[in-house]
């Protein structure tokens, strides 16, 4: 092995007039020289600033005397200067303009020897390379290189100083074989500044080394799969709007806190559209996204008689946000139109929704104290009603003890309702008043007229203010008189509730004795109401030896509860709540006054029992005893629960209710849940005072139950992770704190299983069967549920989700999946052979991250409007 610097220039000078071959001897003498040194040539003097190392495993020529003083290293030479090292079989350094030149050793077994440049921790291969140590410029042939995922061949680099690379016949694939990837772009003339970006003239995409049609005069490639501001690939397709081109437009990667897309589409028919979101987060403090949708859409030729122009936006907002240690500020608001969700959205549960909700929540929280200020909205889609909540304030005091043994706490709810519910329009007919269908839910929030008109109502917002104080004293017994050391704890409690309204209702009979007249108010009343309970639980244990199945004993842990409950029925007229109208039929009949009054007496004794039955294995290793040490395993839970309302005119006791879980072999779930109606039936169907219990039936007269096994099994996972990769999203429904997106799994539900090809199969079956008896009549449901996969091959994935109803003698929604990864792509074929979802898809994408969305083939690209059609 042999090493040195390149030579001083007073060693140079002295070696200029002798022999061209520099012995070994000389060259060890030049090792010493690590220090700065200067090159001088006929033209000029250039300055290299650091020594420049080299090692050859071979051997080294120096020639001196010629014309163009060089040196050779042969074998395994390398070259180090400051970050760049050039590693090559043969390294040629010319002095006199301070360039190297290296080359690999052809051979039977290819190219030994490889030339290769590292440079800032980026590596370039090629067939010859030559580098200048002064301008830091290159020239590689035959060049390869990777970056992250991407693989970069070419016929010439050419590399200048501020790092940009100029490359000649050029290749990009994300395949790591490079001679013949299964893809690739292609284009004579590539640009590369920097890191990020690759500038194309004429790009092809090529399959394996066979051209396709698919070609563009120009090219903007990501190099990195990182934020940066670009361009957004367009989908393409065909509509009852004609053929158009979506989703194209820019990505703005404006800074580590923020980014911006706007993107709009184009048909041919006159149609387009615009969309714009906005996404900011900053770490520990807040997150949001801000989506604007706007469309215009033209049906038909203008002198059509059915031609329109119909205009459909939408805005969506959600915020998250710490405002220090004990506050937040949430929003999620979806202010879209439903000519926009039904046909402009191609997000599927916009699609199916049908309702929209929007809230804005700010809480703060003490130490035993909370505090929030919420003003919500909730639209139905379908019948135009609109609930809104402006706004919502809640005070919440958290348990504060009076003594020793009571505790209090305090909450205080106050709600402004506003409750729009439009009459149809045959109401709207009748009453004369026809264009009051065109009022919408905004116009009747600012005139308190068009909502009268709206919806017939008088009011369009009613006031509660609610304050709740519950009392309680738990204490525990330790010790009965007649039952001993029996522990139990016992658990008073008194709740006293009082609403404040502002407005009470009224009615009167009509002047015509027709009808009773409905109107309301203004007054303040309070409505005063409490009750109170008292709670017993205990728990016991018993235990009794089991000798089979490997067990030792088994433990049987019963937890009984008890408690009666009263309160008055407050809409007797004796506590005020109440007010009496006489009926067009001459019938005195009473009505409370505001919402909220509780109807009816109760004194009702509850009591429930759970049982919990565990078993101990016995330890095989040491003799069978008592204390054996060993796993615990549950067997199963067992439990029942029922009422008894002695205030009740007739029918006292409630339904009991029986529930049952356990887990067979650490694998089967069972789940059965039934209930006992202790009255019987009338010949019509209807309850009866008569008994129920007979010794055919002591739990008394079934009325339903219900039975649920399932189980799920898979292998073990292969090597590596590879799961099916999918696109990108835009807009998360749920927020930038919730990645996962509900929309986009819904979607995933409805399209493709989960693949993962690392586990070789993997099934979950569930059955369930239920029977109701509401009456005479007998309602059974048996439906079995499966979902599977499989792999033919390590490469072939075989997926599904059925179900079959074994009452209706049907199959449930089916989808079916088939997926195959190749090196660089994966494939599927998605099929819903029928039902509401009756559809098909076939995708195939590059794995890569940064070309997903650009290298995509999408079947049908939309097969929404095949299933709804167009509402527009």
């Known amino acids: 092995m042999l090493a040195c610097s390149v030579l001083p220039t007073w060693y140079s000078n002295m070696l200029t007039n002798a022999d061209s071959s520099v012995c070994v001897r000389h060259l060890l003498i030049a090792v010493l020289a690590f220090v700065p040194f200067r090159i001088s040539t006929a033209q000029e003097a250039r300055t290299l600033t650091r020594p420049v190392e080299f090692v050859a495993s071979d051997s080294l020529l120096i020639r001196l005397a010629t014309a163009t003083r060089s040196a050779s290293l042969v074998g395994n030479a390398s070259v180090v200067y400051e970050d760049v090292q050039l590693t090559a079989w043969t390294i040629d350094i010319l002095f006199d303009i301070d360039e190297l030149r290296a080359r690999g050793l052809r051979a039977d077994s290819g190219l030994v020897g490889r030339p290769t440049i590292v440079q800032a921790g980026e590596e370039f291969q090629g067939t010859t390379l030559a580098f200048n140590l002064n301008t830091r410029r290159g020239r590689i042939v035959g060049a390869e290189t990777q970056i992250e995922d991407g693989f970069i061949r070419a016929g010439v680099v050419k590399a200048i100083e501020d790092n940009t690379l100029f490359i000649r016949d050029g290749v990009y694939t994300t395949c790591n074989c490079t001679e013949n990837p299964s893809y690739s772009l292609r284009s004579k003339k590539m640009k590369m500044v920097g890191d990020d970006w690759i500038y194309t003239g004429p790009i092809q995409l090529f399959l394996f080394n066979i051209p396709t049609p698919l070609w563009l005069p120009f090219g903007f490639l990501p190099a990195r799969d990182t934020r940066r501001s670009g361009p957004l690939p367009p989908t393409y397709g065909e509509d009852e709007f004609g053929f158009y081109l979506r989703d194209f437009g820019w990505y703005f990667a404006m800074n580590e806190f923020m980014d911006l897309q706007l993107q709009t589409g184009f048909w041919t028919q006159g149609s387009w559209e615009t969309r714009s979101l906005y996404r900011y987060r900053k770490r520990y403090a807040f997150d949001g996204q801000l989506q604007v949708d706007y469309a215009r859409f033209r049906n038909g030729v203008r002198g059509d008689p059915l031609f329109a122009i119909k205009q459909t936006s939408a805005f969506r907002w959600t915020h998250n946000q710490t405002i220090g240690q004990t506050a937040t500020f949430n929003t999620s608001v979806n202010l879209s139109s439903t000519s926009f969700l039904r046909a402009v959205s191609q997000q599927y549960e916009d699609r199916v929704r049908q309702d929209l909700q929007s809230s804005l929540r700010y809480s703060q929280r003490w130490t035993s104290r909370s505090m929030s200020l919420q003003a919500s909205q909730r639209q139905s889609l379908a019948s135009g009603q609109v609930n809104m909540v402006l706004p919502s304030f809640r005070f919440s005091q958290n348990n504060v003890k009076l003594r020793d043994a009571i505790t209090t706490s305090y909450t205080l709810n106050v709600d402004n309702r506003f409750d729009f519910s439009p009459l149809t329009d045959a109401q ?5 008043d026809p264009t009051a269908a065109d009022i919408s839910w905004w116009d009747a929030l600012r005139s308190p007229s068009d909502f009268r008109r709206a919806t017939g109502d008088e009011d369009p917002f009613a006031f509660r203010a609610s304050h709740r104080i519950p009392v309680s004293a738990p204490f525990s017994v330790q010790s009965l008189p007649v039952l001993g050391n029996v522990r139990f704890n016992l658990s008073p409690n008194v709740t006293y509730t009082e609403d404040w309204f502002l407005r009470t209702e009224e009615r009167r009979l009509a002047p015509d004795s027709s009808a009773v007249l409905t109107s309301s108010k203004d007054e303040f009343f309070a409505l005063r ?6 709670n017993s639980s205990t728990v016991f244990y018993g235990q009794f030896p089991a000798r089979f199945a490997g067990l030792s004993r088994i433990r049987h842990t019963v937890r ?19 007010r009496s109208v006489t009926s067009p039929s001459g019938e005195e009949t009473q009505f409370a006054i505001v919402p909220g009054v509780s109807r009816g007496e109760q004194r009702a004794l509850t009591f429930s029992v759970n049982n919990t039955f565990e078993a101990k294995k016995r330890n095989r290793q040491t003799d069978a005893s008592e204390n054996e040490a060993g796993a615990i395993v549950k067997l199963f839970d067992l439990s029942a629960a029922s009422s008894y309302n002695f205030a009740a005119d007739s029918l006292k006791m409630a339904d009991l209710r029986l529930t049952a879980r356990t887990r ?14 202790p009255y019987d039936l009338s010949p ?8 129920a219990f007979t010794l055919t039936s002591p739990l008394g007269r079934l009325t339903s139950a219900n039975i649920t096994v399932r189980t799920s099994l898979r292998s073990r996972t292969g090597a590596g992770d590879r799961p099916m990769t999918a696109p990108r999203g835009g807009f998360v429904p749920g927020g930038l704190s919730d990645p996962t997106g509900s929309a986009q799994i819904l979607q995933s539900s409805l399209r493709s299983p989960n693949t993962d090809f690392s586990i070789p199969w993997s099934t979950s079956i569930d059955f369930t069967y239920g029977i ?13 549920n499966t979902s599977f996969d499989f792999s033919l091959t390590p490469n072939w994935k075989v997926a599904g989700r059925t179900g079959y109803d074994i009452e209706q003698r049907e199959l449930v929604t089916t989808n079916i999946a088939l ?12 099929w819903i052979p029928f039902g509401s979802f009756q559809s098909w898809g076939f995708d195939l994408h590059v794995k890569s991250g940064h070309l997903r969305d650009l290298l995509r083939i999408k079947q049908p690209k939309s097969d929404i409007n095949d299933r709804f059609g167009s509402l527009l």
């Not at 109401?529 to 008292?534: D, G, I």
């Not at 019509?684 to 008994?691: D, I, Y």
């Open 529 to 534: 109401q409490f009750s109170s309970s008292v």
């Open 428 to 432: 709207f007919e009748a009453a004369g």
């Open 664 to 677: 067979v072999a650490g694998k089967v779930d069972v789940d059965a849940r039934s209930t006992f109606s």
């Open 684 to 691: 019509s169907g209807g309850l009866t005072k008569g008994s």
């Open 772 to 784: 109701t008896k509401p009456g005479l009549s007998t309602i059974r449901r048996a439906i079995l």
């Open 560 to 578: 009984p509860n008890i408690g009666f409950s009263y309160r008055p029925d407050f809409f007797d007229e004796r506590w005020g709540n109440t």
């Open 819 to 830: 997926a195959h990864d190749f090196d660089c792509w994966q494939m599927s074929f998605n």
